[in-house]
């Protein structure tokens, strides 16, 4: 790993996570250790059927069961609450008169207890009217195909990208390879299922809604349009403790809105938390994809054409499904320098579950097809994989370069990141039989995603640096700590520019009543772009002190710095202790200088949306990564095992090295996982049932899966970015699962397209090429 | 009453209180209904002597008793917390190895419940050797007197006012007037108890301490400095719910430094809650005066000299008696022109519990000194009473008027007062036998008092305005809503900024960790310096609202402004409703004018801490009021029935005609409890023992005592506040005891020169004057 700048003494150093002690001794508290005098416990009433319309619902018997309070059915919400999302027709409402999948909700009962709650599903009596249902997204674009939704077909949209001229891109190809490639509907599998926790106060009309969410922010706008209430009327507050999201807590669920809807009925605190079952059957998962991808390329290797016709299984409703739709379709003229793209994404519904946010947000699906494909061309080219990789990037030289497709960036360290990888790997020299190596590349969008133009036009995160007396440190965040340290990086960013030691800073995070708004955690967004606001914040904070002690010091203001914990003048010629600057900006009457010091950042990405044809500029940075597996392949049963493991990564300024391994470690974990063991949520092609309803049947990767991994950091400073940086949440689940498949190709010679890559699939593929060496 | 000015739409309106409802229908949570998980009860063991040394404490039994967590003495506390207070020696310790009242505290206990404590009390040996004590200041002067500090004489400190040249001034007097008057040690009397709860996680090192507080940032820097932590790691959290404070809620106790400590020894919660007999036994109460006061006239009415000498019984400790040793002195040269005055202030030390800040704040004692005496001089002279004050108070003309002890007057409105309170009480006109009027007047100081050069040269308040996307607005206040509706008017003062409904704005308030530094809630102080802060705030965050409608509308910001609920051209030829332009704000990427719109408002007064000659001009704007009272004197009895009630403040701009009306009332009410029915806190004169400890003994005015009030306000606008408001919190309880004083002296011909007037003390002095008839 590099060194980072000298000229930081915080940032950029390995730095233990402040919340570390309290959450391995179990002190932070999570939404389901919350208990609220009165608090009754509600329970959805899931539907058994794929498609089915909701006849009636008999709530007599269950109503009579002592320590029932309140049973809602549709006809409590639809009229009655607004519906919310942003993507209509999609999870409008928090209870449904059409069911459209195993597992949607539609009633719910509130009781003293759990067990009560549970009891009372039981004598909920329900007449459904079946209606044809529809799993596979290809048997659903079809003319007849039974259809999910009267608003909409089930081919919800087509996004599309139409860049330079495809014909003429095709026509220019000495070479075209094509493939199909399909991936598969990860589930999220947090530590900590998801669960809220509501209390309407009915003396002040404000409803207090405890959820461990990624966005705050979004909660309260959704609640307060499905509740019809005034925005400053909601509060949402992300506990300290939330077990993971990786994109999984971002929108808000019918338990969100059932908790608030009831806890406002009855004015008592309602809680909510979902079985894992329930978590497997009706939140959200990664989009399944099928893509059919061709390439078009030169003699020398210069890819002139990229076309892609994809198939993506929204499920029910679409959640934020529209938007994977549209940045996923970025991720190969980003990657490489391609004049010529025509892309075709149809979001397509099913009676499953919604597909959503999932870390990476289309990009893992995107770059195992592109970066699989990228290797058939080479392969049959007889071009090596890192040359043809090398010739195609973005290189420093080209900076600042403008793709295809609008993305404009500005930093760009792919180069050094494949050369890492492949020369930590071994790149070309010898191996023994049945061992292989693959690699595979990516940009990364860091930051937000300016997808919509009714919403997410600018981006914002913001926060407030308070000094108090003694010179210690108060930094408010809207943003969410979800487990990858948010918080940590943020005390560093404002001790570094406040010259402080970071002990002296502490976070007050994630409750809309009392931090400033913010975007929330997604889309490697939090270092990046609250960071940013931090840093400017921290720098508002630092003028005041600086104002202050060019009083003190009778120097100018412009002449001093903050540094180790004082106010130096720049010649070191004199200096203050923060401290004592901080006590007369306080207490010292100083014509009007002294008050509480109160620093505010505001940072807005300046981003472009996609139009039509998919072009815009719709990050503030991207990064880029190149990963490089070892896999040793048994050809006696397919098993795959990873005997080395690189990853390089272009994060820009690293902040915290503990925190950018930590992403890198656990995203490429998730992306091994991806790649080798994960069915992901499978059903049942008749009744549309789960057959993955615990992780007895979901097949996590564990730690004994996972190789010991190298990682690389370069940091290709982005120029538009206070601190540089470009958002490391996201690349590392990225390029696994195509590196894994092109180090299997290289070791035994099989091609496998659809995730993820077993041993079933492999020795299927070895028998296929066996006979057909043998037929030959 | 007299109407606003027009241009404002929500300012000087009659406006219910925000909090009203929650308080009423008891939703509003107080101290006394938290709880938290584990949490302890602490009680104190009290001294049973007024003055000794504690030779030994015995826990052992007390120990082994079931539930007893954890047992504090002095050994605990001295030497292992830092001493807190501003002004030493005085209450330093939480707990005391020399006891210097009954009631002091000697050790503390924490168990599963309050039962268990008191259990515990009873079995703690505490072995006393007894010192010599000394209840009464004038005794405790004299030579020879048991002293209670090592550290200090009981004459703790002598405050000075030397200004013009004494003796030329009574050189100058063709008439001279000299009395002694004395005041009670008035008990608040809050309906709230004392108490906190205190909750240390010992994995973050953080501190939350929940106290129903005027100051939670100076108790968060007691706390801080006490168990040695860095502020950023105390938190601390007034509850929505305060049942009153009058001063008694400025300082932080020992229960606060118990609580705090328990929790950090024990990792669990601990809360105090003081019964009504510890309330009256070992808070604070207003300090009691003995003042010699000497006034100089000249023919025609024209006061030349002031001289006063006070003994103030500061009692054991000094708590902040020392301020109000230093700011009662400008009372009288501030309520008239006087060009000399002399005064010494003894801040005595006796074995009772200690005085410290009482509504008023030595104003009350003052004036009731110097308006009495003003009514002898007028009558000795022959002169209308209110002909006299009306020759030396400051006029109109006289602005701006810098007082000789150099207040500077920028706005008054006394001429005006005096005059309505005269007219409408019917001055000069002829009354029934045993009937009479009295009048009183006083200035107050509104704002800050920048009494102490370390701590207090600039005394600040602070404020942040968050305007959501829907335009809700979200004000935060680090200052308390005691009871006197301060949050309604600082919502009237952000939604009158902001064009805005009043019901569109929700204010969060009084935690150290969210909500921006602020002296808090003393000296008349927070409507004019946290309301001016918000203002700032509201304006700064109006900007941003101003600048994006610019945009939208291609107008200049200038020529906009905000008014109801619109974002308007000045000639009204366009608007935009402010939701739109919020959330144009939040959502449109305007070239980085975009994202969240925080207002950020400060505001410090601008003061001059007095020096050691009592000159200074320690608060931002002065406040003046007159009070007129009828009475009728049973002389058979000694009764004074309140016939009528006339007040008349000039309180500057008004922002809540309901919450001023309530200031005036609630504090008239409790000035006439002082002036007649209070005895105060009064003490066996032999072994210290409080007399007092209960509603029983301590005689309140209730509803049936207090006459309708006739209440007028003036509107002097001070042009040095952004608003012109000055203050009423205190004005109301200064002038009663005197008016009142006066009106029996014309219904009766008697003075009684020491409060409470009380029937046995009129029928005494109605037998004195028969005496004194007779033997002529």
Redesign the interface.
């Known amino acids: 790993m590099q060194n980072v700048a000298e000229e930081f003494d915080i940032i950029g150093k390995r730095v233990p996570r402040i ?1 570390s ?2 959450k391995v ?1 179990g ?1 932070i508290r999570y939404i389901a250790d919350m ?1 609220l ?1 009165g608090m009754l416990h509600g329970k959805f009433l899931r539907s058994p059927c794929a498609h089915a319309r909701v006849v009636s619902i008999d709530t007599s018997k269950a109503e009579k069961l002592p320590g029932v309070k309140l049973i809602l059915t549709p006809d409590d919400i639809i009229g009655k609450t607004r519906p919310v999302g942003i993507f209509p027709p999609q999870n409008l409402y928090a209870l449904h008169q059409e069911v459209r999948y195993v597992g949607d909700e539609v009633a719910a009962v509130a009781a003293v207890d759990e067990e009560t709650a549970e009891e009372a599903l039981a004598l909920l009596k329900v007449e459904y009217e079946e209606l044809p249902a529809v799993f596979d997204p290809e048997e659903a674009m079809r003319p007849g195909a039974p259809q999910l939704h009267e608003e909409a077909k089930n081919i919800r949209d087509i996004k599309r990208v139409r860049v330079g001229n495809i014909e003429e891109g095709f026509r220019q190809a000495n070479h075209i390879f094509k493939a199909r490639f399909q991936t598969s509907k990860q589930a999220h599998v947090c530590l900590e299922t998801h669960g809220c926790l509501s209390s309407y ?4 009309g ?1 409803l207090t809604h405890w959820v461990p969410s990624q966005m705050i922010f979004f909660n309260r ?1 959704d609640l ?1 349009r499905a509740l019809n209430m ?4 909601v509060r949402v507050i992300a506990p300290d403790g939330i077990g993971g999201a990786f994109g999984s807590k971002c929108t808000t669920a019918s338990h969100d809105i059932c908790a608030a809807l009831m806890s406002r009925r009855l004015g008592r605190p309602v809680k909510f938390i979902l079985s894992r079952e329930e978590e497997f059957l009706a939140t959200i998962s990664r989009h399944p994809f099928i893509r059919d991808a061709e390439i078009g390329l030169t003699k020398d290797g210069t890819i002139v054409a990229w076309r892609e016709r994809t198939i993506q299984d929204i499920g029910a409703y679409a959640d934020i499904g529209q938007w994977t739709g549209v940045v996923t379709l970025a991720s190969t003229p980003g990657t490489y320098k391609i004049p010529n793209v025509w892309a075709d994404n149809y979001l397509v519904y099913t009676d499953k579950s919604n597909s959503g946010a999932y870390r990476g947000f289309g990009n893992p699906q995107a770059t195992f097809a592109r970066e699989s494909l990228l290797d058939i061309a080479a392969g049959q080219m007889g071009m090596d994989p890192l040359e043809l990789r090398l010739k195609n990037i973005i290189k420093p030289a080209d900076l600042p370069y403008t793709t295809s497709n609008g993305l404009i960036v500005r930093s760009c360290g792919m180069e050094e990141c494949l050369k890492k990888a492949a020369e930590a790997i071994g790149w070309g020299s010898k191996r023994k039989a049945n061992t292989g190596v693959g690699l595979s590349c990516t940009i990364n969008w860091g930051g937000d995603k ?1 997808g919509d133009k ?5 981006c ?1 995160g ?1 926060a ?1 640096v ?1 000094i ?3 010179g ?3 930094v ?1 965040t809207g943003n969410s700590d979800i487990g990858q340290g948010l918080y940590t990086t943020l005390a560093q960013i404002a001790a570094e520019e406040l010259g402080i030691p970071l002990d ?3 976070v ?1 995070g994630a ?1 809309s ?6 975007m929330g955690c997604y889309a490697s967004r939090s270092a990046l772009v609250t960071g940013s606001a931090m840093k400017r914040a921290a720098s508002e904070a630092k003028e005041t002190l600086l104002k202050v002690a060019s009083k003190m010091l009778e120097v100018d203001p412009e002449d001093l710095m903050a540094k180790r914990g004082k106010i130096q003048v720049k010649d070191l010629s004199k200096s203050l202790p923060i401290e004592e600057v901080a006590r007369a900006a ?7 200088d ?3 010091i ?1 620093g ?1 950042g ?3 990405s ?3 949306p996609q139009n039509a044809d998919g072009y815009g500029n719709f990050v503030p940075a991207y990064a880029f990564a190149a990963h490089a597996a070892e896999v040793e392949v048994d050809p006696a049963t397919g098993t795959v095992r990873i005997t080395r493991y690189v990853t390089a990564h272009d994060t820009g300024r690293v902040i915290n090295v503990h925190a950018v391994e930590g992403q890198i470690h656990g995203a490429t974990g998730q992306g091994i996982g991806y790649g080798m063991l994960e069915e992901g949520l499978t059903y049942d092609s008749q009744d549309g049932h789960l057959r993955t309803p615990s992780i007895m049947e979901y097949k996590l990767p564990t730690a004994a899966d996972l190789p010991d991994m190298q990682t690389f950091i370069v940091e290709a400073i982005d120029p538009d970015i206070p601190l540089g940086n470009k958002g490391v949440g996201e690349p590392g689940i990225i390029c696994p699962a195509a590196a894994i498949a092109n180090a299997i190709y290289d070791a035994v010679g099989v091609r496998i397209k659809d995730l993820p890559i077993t041993p079933v699939k492999i020795m299927r593929a070895l028998q296929e090429k066996h006979d057909a060496v043998k037929a030959k």
């Not at 009543?513 to 913010?518: E, G, K, L, S, V």
């Open positions: 919340e002690v309290p001794t002190a208990v005098p106060e009915p003396t002040t404000k706008l307060a005034p925005l400053n009327k300016g009714n919403l997410f036009d600018a914002f913001s407030l308070e108090a007396v003694d210690s440190v108060t408010r002296r800073v502490t007050v409750d009543d009392t931090t400033p708004p913010d306080y207490f010292t009457n100083m014509g009007g002294a008050g509480p109160i505010r505001v940072w807005t300046q981003t472009v």
